[in-house]
């Protein structure tokens, strides 16, 4: 099958038992948690070859991420450990009316000293697709340095290249900085992937049409807009001009935990792609496991194998939006 690469920060995650401020919260359940990891797992569940670059620290949390990746059947030789640092972790709050509370404790991390003293070199010959997203390479320079040279390496190899902005405002010393420096690596993806309201801080434009014109202008192939329970939106160069698709997305019963959906919509994009689906079989995929994903407190434990989720389309086929 196709062999995908992705570099992020795997984290510990603690989501509360009960709902309430993460003040008041005596008991947790462990998860891992990371939007690169996210990716990673749903795109081995169905069945393509998955490496993920990152760096965890030489203790307990890094150890259970290290066995955890190779019990999914990712590759973990390019899975490094930091004697000195240690491994991010999160808390995360239920809350059935908001979005959750998040709370992060990992500055300094063993992950964001990945390529401090030596940028590991990929080999991007036998690879089909680099994914990136914008969190891992707003932790520091070091980090936003080593996502570039991957994403150059990648474009000279001609490996194809998603990109998902996954805007994280805190990460970064400032919006202007966050803008520019998401759309420079946007600018050396073939598929950008943003949510509107995410598109329209990064570009200034409202529409979906004028968000997708945005970066098609500056190199990108293709566009694919996510709008939330209204579904997916993509506009793509052709050998003939442009097309453009929107696809309905699922109608759900309940809606548990949002966190997650992007990433879930990210696998449908990515495997798609890769298996040389048609745009509207892409976006049904795609709003699908961003579906699955709502439905369920886990950031990536429900991400479906193939048989799961063509379950799942079948099942709500007649349900959209």
Do not use: C
Not at 49 to 73: H, L, R, S
Not at 185 to 198: C, K, Q, T
Not at 226 to 240: C, E, I, N, R, S
């Amino acid at each position: 099958m196709a062999k995908v690469v992705t570099i992020g920060e795997p984290m510990i995650m603690f989501i509360a038992q009960t709902e309430g401020a993460l003040k008041d919260v005596a008991s947790f359940d462990r998860f891992i948690a990371g939007a690169e990891i996210n990716v990673s797992i749903g795109v081995k569940r169905l069945n393509h070859d998955m490496t993920y670059i990152t760096q965890v620290g030489n203790d307990p949390f890094g150890a259970y991420i290290k066995e955890f990746i190779a019990n999914e059947g990712i590759a973990t030789d390019k899975v490094f450990t930091h004697e000195s640092y240690g491994t991010g972790f999160q808390l995360k709050n239920k809350d059935s009316q908001n979005d959750p509370e998040v709370v992060y404790f990992r500055k300094g991390s063993a992950a964001s000293h990945l390529g401090d003293t030596e940028i590991e070199e990929i080999d991007f010959t036998d690879v089909d697709l680099l994914h990136v997203t914008g969190i891992f390479m707003a932790l520091n320079e070091n980090t936003y340095a080593y996502v570039k040279q991957l994403m150059t390496a990648a474009r000279k190899a001609g490996t194809l290249i998603t990109f998902d902005p996954n805007l994280r405002p805190t990460l970064w010393p400032n919006e202007e900085t966050m803008i520019q420096r998401i759309n420079q690596m946007a600018a050396l993806a073939d598929y950008v992937l943003p949510g509107i309201s995410e598109g329209q801080l990064l570009t200034g434009h409202e529409t979906k049409e004028e968000i997708a014109d945005f970066y098609l202008a500056q190199g990108s192939r293709g566009v694919i807009i996510k709008l939330g329970p209204a579904g997916a939106y993509v506009k793509v160069k052709t050998a003939t001009g442009e097309l453009e698709e929107t696809v309905a997305g699922f109608k759900l019963a309940e809606v548990v935990d949002t966190v997650g959906a992007g990433d879930g919509f990210a696998v449908g994009v990515i495997t798609g792609l890769l298996e040389n689906l048609s745009w509207p079989e892409i976006l049904t995929r795609a709003n699908a496991i961003g579906a699955i994903q709502v439905s369920h407190i886990s950031d990536n434990e429900n991400l479906p194998t193939p048989a799961q989720l063509a379950s799942f389309i079948a099942d709500h086929e007649g349900g959209k939006e």
